[in-house]
């Protein structure tokens, strides 16, 4: 079982590009969840599926959209990355009633 | 609205308890979960509580006050690895947020 997995691991993009941040659970899990964690922020919680082919906002929607491909993967694009947009993006899947595993993340810097 | 209070930092010695509290303000609550979180990694689980009360993992305990929308996370017999970031983070249904987290320094 590899878990959660994310790609890439690190990104550099410029301003105005796109890319999808991919995630992939292999655990079952129902629920799949997106942060993005910026020094002294904690967590912040951009989109999250309840369940495949349900999609909602989170805290820190604007500027991402998400697809829920199937019950396995839930990915994150960034249509026209800002460098607002630079940070740590966590991907997590949940199948219990609250147990969160986590991806490794994907590093990404927006110049 | 939901908002969330951890402290930013808490220092503690070796061997020695340490509380870290959180308060929470989060509509439709089901329960309240713990993550550490060291430099440089993912968070992973450590406790949660959907009732009232004390749940006991090892060295490490949660508490949860639904009236008071108040937790707390107890560490027992302090290590030096357990120097890292933890983050309290409720639930409601299926949405779950975090706390800016508590960075726990630990001194020999």
């Known amino acids: 079982n590899a878990g959660v997995t994310q790609t890439p691991k690190f990104q550099v993009l410029k301003t105005g590009q796109s890319m999808t941040l991919q995630c992939a659970q292999d655990?079952?899990?129902?629920?799949m969840y997106w942060y993005r964690q910026d020094p002294g922020m904690g967590l912040r919680l951009i989109y999250y599926?309840?369940?495949?082919?349900?999609?909602d906002k989170g805290e820190v929607p604007n500027g991402y959209n998400v697809s829920r491909l199937n019950k396995r993967e839930f990915s994150l694009r960034l249509e026209s990355a800002a460098p607002s947009q630079t940070s740590v993006y966590f991907c997590?899947?949940?199948?219990?009633?609250?147990?969160?595993?986590f991806g490794p993340g994907t590093r990404l810097t927006v110049t | 609205g939901q908002s969330l209070e951890q402290p930013s930092e808490v220092t503690a010695v070796e061997g020695a308890i340490v509380q870290i509290n959180c308060t929470y303000q989060t509509s439709g609550f089901y329960g309240l979960s713990w993550y550490q979180q060291h430099d440089g990694g993912a968070p992973t689980f450590l406790s949660y509580n959907g009732l009232d009360g004390l749940e006991e993992t090892g060295r490490f305990s949660s508490f949860l006050s639904r009236s008071d929308s108040y937790g707390y996370l107890l560490l027992q017999e302090l290590q030096m690895k357990d120097s890292a970031s933890y983050f309290c983070a409720p639930r409601s249904e299926d949405k779950i947020i975090f706390g800016k987290g508590t960075r726990l320094h630990i001194l020999p």
């Open positions: 599926s309840a369940s495949e082919g349900t999609t």
């Open positions: 997590a899947g949940r199948q219990g009633s609250y147990e969160q595993y």
């Open positions: 655990m079952n899990h129902n629920s």
